[in-house]
């Protein structure tokens, strides 16, 4: 549809629709529009109605001329007020025009329209105080694009013009300039150098700065790309020890594992293995014959229990001899007898 071409604030045919939140915004595109389609009606709406006056040639006075005696160029201009009241009609919305729908003019509805949403002369002192101190106080953080802060600074001098209150077009741009984070000083410097304040303006200033900030991301992506690969370099090698590390550990560990196996399995056949000494195994058979009062274990040949009758050195009449009187008194004959069996034996 030919509507749809126009949104709203788009429309050259029309006001921009009132805005109580902004009124500030409102009030400039207002007025621009105005003064676009005829200045007589902002004369109007600003100073008042035009009146039914006229020159009398013959009184040589200003004289209040009644309708019907009225030319048409006095009429035509009287129409001028009813257009200007006609205006600020069309851009109200309806909770507005209630405010103002006994006033009878299009002056008494603009400062109607003032009064309400601008405030009277106190309220407006002390709004421009407020904005005063936020100009003053304004900064630009280090991560803050050229454009944010910008829009930034605009609002309240465009808030302080709407006031009629501002400062020249050098002080805006010093400003900026001081309000810049230090990471620009090189620029700020640099600017100070090369162009006169006095003329710079401050749409020039930003479209210098937005040069250099394109200029500082660049360079900020490729030390920021250089980081990450140093970074990831670093982390892969950091890997790759780690694992190396971990396999070398492990290698040890199993090693270890194994010596200390060996080492058990050698001590415990040692251990299984190794002759006693003499004199540990005389004290270990001398302390079992003392505790049983004889031993268990002798030589069959002599009685000795430190050897066995492979091991004895006596002769076997005298063991003979020995095991018979060993084994008591017995009679002569019984001797004989014993003697005469071992010498038949050999």
């Known amino acids: ?19 109580s939140d902004g009124f500030i915004y409102w009030k400039n595109r207002f007025e621009t529009y105005v003064k676009s389609k005829d200045l ?55 909770k507005e025009y209630e405010r103002i729908f006994m006033c009878k003019t299009a002056k008494e509805i603009w400062d109607t329209l003032l009064i309400t949403h601008q405030g ?5 002192d002390n709004k421009i105080d407020l904005l005063v101190q936020q100009y003053e106080q304004f900064t630009i953080p280090e991560e803050e694009s050229i454009d944010n802060a910008f829009a930034r600074f605009n609002t309240i001098i465009t808030s302080l013009k709407a006031l009629d209150e501002g400062f020249s077009s050098k002080n805006y741009v010093r400003k900026f300039l001081r309000a810049l984070h230090p990471k620009w000083r090189a620029k700020v410097t640099a600017i100070k150098e090369s162009k006169d304040l006095t003329s710079l303006s401050l749409d020039e200033l930003i479209g210098n700065l937005k040069v250099y900030e394109v200029i500082i991301k660049n360079d900020s992506e490729m030390v920021k790309g250089k980081r990450e690969q140093n970074r990831s370099l670093a982390l892969k090698a950091k890997k790759e020890s780690s694992d190396e590390d971990s396999l070398n550990s492990d290698s040890e560990d199993e090693e270890y594992a194994m010596a200390v196996k060996e080492f058990k399995k050698f001590f415990k056949r040692r251990g299984r293995f190794a002759r006693q000494p003499r004199d540990e195994i005389k004290s270990f058979q001398r302390s079992i014959s003392d505790k049983d009062g004889k031993s268990e274990r002798k030589c069959f040949r002599c009685g000795d229990p430190i050897h066995f009758i492979g091991e004895c050195l006596k002769s076997s009449r005298s063991n003979l001899r020995v095991n018979i009187i060993g084994k008591g008194t017995i009679s002569h004959d019984s001797l004989r007898r014993n003697l005469s069996c071992s010498s038949s034996i050999k």
């Open 120 to 124: 009277n002369s106190q309220v407006k």
């Open 40 to 94: 007589d009606h902002w004369h109007v709406i600003t100073f008042g109605d035009f009146s039914p006056i006229q020159y009398n040639p013959e009184t040589k006075k200003d004289e209040i001329v009644p309708f019907d005696k009225q030319n048409n160029d006095l009429k035509k201009k009287l129409a001028k007020n009813n257009e200007a009241k006609m205006v600020v009609y069309n851009a109200l919305q309806r």
């Open 1 to 19: 549809m030919e509507s749809e071409k126009y949104l709203e604030g788009q429309s050259m045919q029309r006001p921009s629709l009132f805005e």
